[in-house]
């Protein structure tokens, strides 16, 4: 073996071909005079093994060691050597970060230091999978996992009301919800590959259009899309059903009097509105606008032949009457050119296939613009021209008489939040559940995925990286111990700059909660 010579300086590590066939890793230290010496740090075939030699020999000269005589000469028998073994890998960054973020939301004592739970919520995020293929997830994370058989023991645990009350509580205070609090909520649907339903999973409207047995899941989260509470409903359930049960129950769960729910207008029903308003809840809800509003026609008659300006804000008052049990609303009404753009284009669509089936050059197909009068068909321009005069209006109604049109609409455009963390569960997190069948198992499947949206909410919001590139990043940096000639060398690839900022970014905000 050589020895580090004074004033031997630019080490670098280069990979030269054996005669075997076998590829070498060394380190040269060259000197100004042109001498060099080499320390052979081991002889690999595979370019994964060539990988982890090179990050061993990097190691070595980030630590600024000497050489150390690991016994790694060849043995003429062995001509070129085998690669080294490796005693131990883990995916250390990236399983301290999700744990760093597991930790500060408080979820460990909320799950009741329950280690099974924390693992499935971690395979969740790295790789979704199976409850049983989370057991490889973990082991080639370098976390020892528990067995198959003390998961499905656990799982009916998982399933009850109380634990996801307690994990939604440990969401809830760190959400930090006042009075004052903007609530998002909004509903999808995961569908199941059965035939037959079973009072539970039953066919219904499906978002994603199929006929297979469903169920409704309801997600509440704050303004920015944290995830606060979730409960799934029977697939048949009407949509606007499931949100007063949710919003209720986890109103008196945290002793919360009062908030503002969010929701789209395709939430709202008559009875739900009046229902909120019962409850004494402010909200702020999608309106729908099925005719030309009176404030809308009114400035169109104060100001004829003018285009409406993008960004217009109309405020309707919609004062309560004596007998209403409701208090006073306000409907803004604000017109956008894209939203007009694409409506008009959707409009000229469906009136020239309406126009081609009158004139018999197309089967009629369900079509609002066609109308039906005994055996004849002609184009309805009469509603027509409606849509066209109502095109880019969006309405707006709350009953938050003390804030202006800019704050409600914009808490209203705050429901993409939610929109993206139900994205980021069916996707990055594959929360339809597959693999279960019973409801008890379908409900502790949904408590792991709401934990492991909340730590992947928790992240992005840290980091400024989608969790998808997240993993996808950070797993690549993998700790490697290698067994050299009786010795273990510790070997890791130098992290990217914009990795080691989030890393540090999340390991700061782990420490201060």
């Known amino acids: 073996m050589c020895a580090l010579i004074l004033g031997f300086v630019s080490p670098y590590v280069r990979t030269v071909k054996t005669a075997s066939g076998a590829r070498a890793v060394q380190i040269v230290y060259s000197s100004h005079k042109g001498s060099r010496d080499i320390e052979h740090i081991g002889s690999a075939r595979t370019d994964a093994d060539v990988a982890l030699l090179r990050a061993a020999a990097r190691q070595r000269l980030v630590a600024g060691q000497g050489v ?166 029977e697939g048949n359930k009407a949509e606007t059903a499931t949100m007063l049960p949710v919003i209720r129950a986890f109103m008196k769960a945290h002793r919360l009097h009062d908030v503002t729910v969010v929701a789209d207008a395709g939430m709202v029903s008559a009875a739900n509105q009046q229902a909120i308003e019962a409850e004494g809840l402010s909200f702020i809800l999608g309106a729908r606008v099925p005719d030309e509003p009176y404030v809308l026609a009114q400035w169109r008659r104060d100001n004829p032949g003018r285009q409406l300006p993008d960004g217009l804000v109309l405020t309707q008052p919609w004062p309560a009457g004596p007998t209403d049990a409701r208090r006073d609303q306000v409907i803004y009404y604000q017109y956008r050119h894209d939203l007009a753009r694409r409506t008009l284009k959707g409009i000229d669509e469906q009136v020239g296939k309406a126009e081609r089936a009158v004139e018999g050059k197309a089967p009629v197909k369900r079509n609002r613009f066609i109308k039906l009068t005994g055996a004849s068909k002609s184009v309805n321009r009469q509603l027509e021209a409606k849509a066209r005069s109502i095109a880019g209006i969006k309405g707006y109604v709350t009953n938050l008489t003390d804030v202006d049109a800019q704050f409600v609409i914009g808490a209203y455009h705050r429901l993409f939040e939610i929109e993206k963390s139900f994205r980021m569960s069916k996707s990055d997190l594959r929360a339809r559940p597959i693999f279960h069948h019973k409801r008890e198992s379908i409900e502790a499947h949904l408590a792991v995925v709401f934990a492991a949206l909340a730590v992947s909410r928790w992240i992005e919001h840290e980091t400024g990286w989608s969790i998808r590139r997240f993993t996808k990043t950070a797993r690549r940096y993998r700790t490697i111990e290698i067994n050299a000639g009786g010795h273990t060398v510790t070997a890791a690839d130098p992290l990217p700059d914009d990795l080691a900022t989030a890393l540090n970014d999340i390991k700061t905000a782990a420490a201060r909660h």
Request: aromatic share 8%.
């Open 68 to 233: 150390l005589d690991l016994g790694l000469e060849l043995s003429a028998a062995a001509e070129g050597g085998g690669p080294l073994p490796i005693t131990g890998s883990r995916m250390g960054h990236l399983v301290e970060a999700i744990r760093g973020g597991y930790a500060a939301l408080g979820l460990p004592e909320a799950a009741g230091r329950d280690e099974v739970f924390a693992q499935l919520v971690l395979a969740r995020i790295i790789e979704p999978t199976s409850k049983l293929d989370s057991i490889r997830v973990l082991q080639e994370a370098g976390v020892s996992p528990p067995a198959y058989r003390t998961v499905a023991r656990r799982l009916p645990r998982y399933a009850k009301p109380e634990w996801r009350q307690a994990v939604s509580a440990a969401c809830a205070r760190h959400a930090g919800l006042g009075r004052a609090s903007l609530m998002l909520y909004d509903v999808s649907t995961l569908y199941f590959e059965t035939d037959t339903g079973d009072g539970f999973r039953e066919s219904g409207f499906s978002k994603e259009r199929r006929l297979e047995p469903q169920i409704t899941i309801g997600l509440l989260t704050d303004e920015s899309g944290f995830p606060l509470a979730i409960e799934a409903f």
